[in-house]
């Protein structure tokens, strides 16, 4: 089931993200410093696994769930629960992050304690075959992937049922992006055999309320139709099937009781349950659908309620949490997310988006402000004639205020002086430093075109990490504004509570 208008992904050179909350329309819904990676609704039915978890209760289940007990967190592995599920769980096959191989100068990591290997760079498909006014077509797609896959070592393309965004229902279609990601893998030989095992697909279910045990296995085999394979090597939740304050894509930080205790989330049973998630996923497993799942746009909190009500079902945890990341969005170093990832705890892959903050970490909108924000009439409609992105376009503008607000501008100004005194560009500067993080397993990056597909390649596969110098002059500038993008000084007298798009604040 398809739901429109609602949140997207993936990282890009020239645009930003929609947010399934409208911006017009209320919301209804200390850690060490990392310098690097060095480079070398229905009633509960009580199936045999949830049987298994209550007579683990029973036996002292919450210890095993939150340290101690056999896990072993010296030996640097997943760390794994005891627990035996009948299913074919895919974990403890190695700590999350790890460097594989390397292909064509392309690192490839493990994505959490999976046998699921991903490049550093993959390639984020939100606008692809979109109805945005500067959307690659399908001959340029074809194009990116067969330079990034074929020819440089890349293997992650991540998708998802409601991309292209946006899409209008006639030029775009919600799912297209998938369609022609099939078509690519048919017309190379990659849909099927040892060729399929080439390409790691990456999609996603429409999140919310949608997220059902039976909406799982239908919108999964609607995505599998659409790429005409027989399996994805991930599927997520393209946001949480709870409510969470991070979920619709606006400047909320703080849980708000009273949005989680609206009908929405509670009417009908409220969310689906961790349980009821785990095990459909895992049945998708069992059938050969899926090979490992994760969650989008979600926190410590939800990372570890999976993991560990997985652990205590003894089925498949998550593989994968993909976020929003960049210089001047570094909550999920600091919010818990990291700790709860690491090897030594749930050992969860991250998937990084949104690197280059919808267009503002390439420098491009440093010399003239966005035309939203420009009070020179002229300049405005210079702007949205001839736009160089979405925060050029009134709508997504305003929808994207957080990337652009005083306090992210600031910073901006800064890491491009760092980038700059190292001779590299603000472009390089970021997707290097986001490769680094050791929170960081790949980075998903849009492009619009062959150039800057090129770019990212080569910023991938240069052998050195940014210097120890840089990192620090990087990190003194976070110090003064830990949470540029979640800051703001035109917050209105008369909003009442609500963020720029709507959102509860704070």
């Not at 993936?10 to 060490?32: I, Q, W």
């Not at 050969?288 to 989008?296: A, F, V, Y």
């Not at 909550?331 to 705890?345: C, D, L, R, T």
């Amino acid at each position: 089931m398809l739901i429109h208008g609602a949140l997207a992904i993936t990282g890009t050179y020239s645009t930003a993200f929609h947010s399934h909350t409208p911006y017009h329309s209320p919301s209804c819904s200390s850690v060490p410093r990392m310098t690097s990676n060095d480079p070398n609704i229905t009633p509960i039915m009580f199936s045999p696994r949830r049987r298994h978890s209550v007579s683990m209760m029973a036996g002292g289940f919450l210890g095993g769930l939150f340290g101690g007990g056999d896990d072993g967190v010296n030996s640097f592995v997943p760390n794994a629960s005891s627990t035996a599920g009948s299913g074919n769980v895919n974990s403890g096959k190695g700590p999350t992050n790890e460097v594989v191989k390397t292909v064509n100068g392309m690192r490839q990591r493990r994505l959490g304690g999976s046998d699921i290997v991903v490049s550093e760079l993959g390639l984020g498909t939100q606008r692809w075959v979109s109805a945005d006014f500067n959307a690659p077509n399908k001959d340029q797609v074809f194009d990116f992937m067969d330079t990034a896959i074929l020819k440089n070592g890349v293997n992650l393309i991540d998708t998802a049922e409601q991309y292209p965004i946006p899409s209008d229902g006639k030029v775009a279609k919600e799912g297209d992006s998938e369609i022609v990601i099939g078509e690519w893998m048919r017309t190379r030989g990659l849909d099927k055999g040892e060729g399929r095992r080439k390409v790691v697909i990456a999609s996603k279910i429409t999140g919310g309320r949608n997220v059902t045990p039976k909406n799982i296995k239908n919108d999964c085999a609607g995505s599998l139709k659409r790429l005409g394979t027989d399996y994805l090597d991930v599927y997520q939740l393209h946001w949480p099937a709870r409510y969470s304050p991070q979920s619709n894509w606006g400047q909320s930080l703080a849980y708000d009781l009273a949005t989680d205790k609206a009908p929405y989330w509670r009417g009908m049973g409220g969310p689906t349950s961790f349980e009821d998630l785990c095990i459909a996923m895992q049945d998708l497993i069992d059938e050969g659908k899926i090979r490992g799942w994760g969650m989008c746009n979600d926190n410590a909190y939800g990372l570890a309620g999976c993991t560990r009500t997985a652990k205590a079902l003894g089925v498949t945890p998550p593989c994968s949490l993909q976020g929003d990341f960049s210089l001047i969005d570094r909550k999920s170093e600091e919010n818990g997310v990291a700790e709860a990832a690491s090897p030594f705890n749930e050992n969860v892959g991250f998937m990084a988006y949104n690197a280059l903050a919808g267009g503002f970490l390439t420098g491009k909108y440093m010399d003239r402000p966005a035309a939203i924000d420009n009070t020179e009439r002229d300049k405005v409609i210079e702007a949205m004639q001839n736009p160089r992105g979405r925060h050029d376009e009134i709508g997504w503008g305003r929808t994207l205020y957080r990337y652009r607000s005083e306090a992210a501008q600031e910073a901006i100004q800064d890491y491009a002086k760092i980038a700059k005194s190292a001779g590299i560009s603000l472009t390089e500067l970021s997707l290097r430093w986001c490769r680094q993080r050791t929170l960081v397993t790949t980075t998903l990056v849009g492009h619009t075109d062959m150039n800057q597909l090129k770019q990212s390649i080569d910023y991938f596969t240069k052998n050195d990490p940014l210097p120890d110098r840089i990192m620090w002059e990087i990190d003194r500038v976070h110090m003064r504004n830990r949470l540029p993008i979640f800051s703001s000084n035109r917050v209105g007298k008369d909003w009442d509570g609500e963020g720029e798009i709507g959102e509860t604040i704070p």
